[in-house]
């Protein structure tokens, strides 16, 4: 059984280019979660989406920023015209439903240049 | 929202050591759990815990919900241990987990 599965892991971008981080949640999960660590700090929750749903985008960034889940294929979380308060780790993570554990993938290390 | 602390910040043990971490949350929740980052950046789940008490291995974690606290007891500790711990809850009016700051354990040989 698979666990949630996160790519790129590593990803270098320029800055002004766009980012996509992809992520497939464990089989049966219907819920996802993206969250951000800077260097040095915590988990800073970004977004939860269901299927084809953006349930809470509270903790995103209003500009550049842009979460979906289709309901086909992974979950992607884009960020245009990067910039390099944008490094950090991009941790994705699943539930079958909400309010129930949750499960992490390995993240996604961006790092803007 | 929701405030989580944990205490203490860093904690450095010599192997074979016991420590307890803390973490303190501001109001009710529905869920909450303990991770270790381990030093590649991989965050594992040690603990879902709202409540009680659970244990495993060398492991173990106690929530007392009414006192809004939760500890992690880590006996006989390895240098595998090194890490950040973090506490995460979800208060019982949300749908995500907010995270602590976390605990930075270093385990010396």
């Known amino acids: 059984n698979a666990g949630v599965m996160q790519n790129p892991r590593h990803l270098v971008r320029r800055r002004g280019q766009e980012a996509r981080l992809r992520c497939s949640p464990m089989k049966g999960h219907s819920h996802v979660y993206w969250y951000r660590q800077l260097p040095e700090e915590g988990l800073k929750f970004m977004v939860y989406l269901q299927k084809e749903n953006i349930i809470d985008e509270s903790g995103m960034p209003k500009e550049r920023f842009s979460a979906e889940f289709p309901k086909e294929g992974p979950s992607i979380l884009r960020i245009q015209q990067v910039v390099r308060g944008d490094s950090a780790a991009y941790f994705c993570?699943?539930?079958?439903?909400?309010?129930?554990?949750?499960?992490f993938g390995e993240g996604s290390w961006l790092t803007v240049v | 929202g929701i405030q989580v602390e944990q205490s203490p910040p860093d904690l450095i043990l010599q192997e074979g050591a016991n420590s307890t971490l803390r973490c303190n949350f501001s109001?009710?929740?529905?869920?909450l759990q303990w991770f270790h980052q381990n030093p590649w950046g991989q965050l594992i789940n040690l603990f879902y815990i709202p409540s009680g008490t659970k244990q495993n291995g060398r492991l173990s974690a106690t929530t007392v919900a009414t006192e809004r606290y939760s500890l992690l007891y880590i006996s006989s500790s390895q240098t595998t241990d090194s890490g950040v711990y973090f506490c995460a809850v979800e208060e019982t009016s949300g749908s995500r987990l907010t995270f602590g700051e976390g605990t930075q354990l270093t385990v010396n040989p």
């Open positions: 993570a699943s539930s079958p439903s909400g309010s129930t554990y949750i499960y």
């Open positions: 109001d009710s929740v529905n869920n």
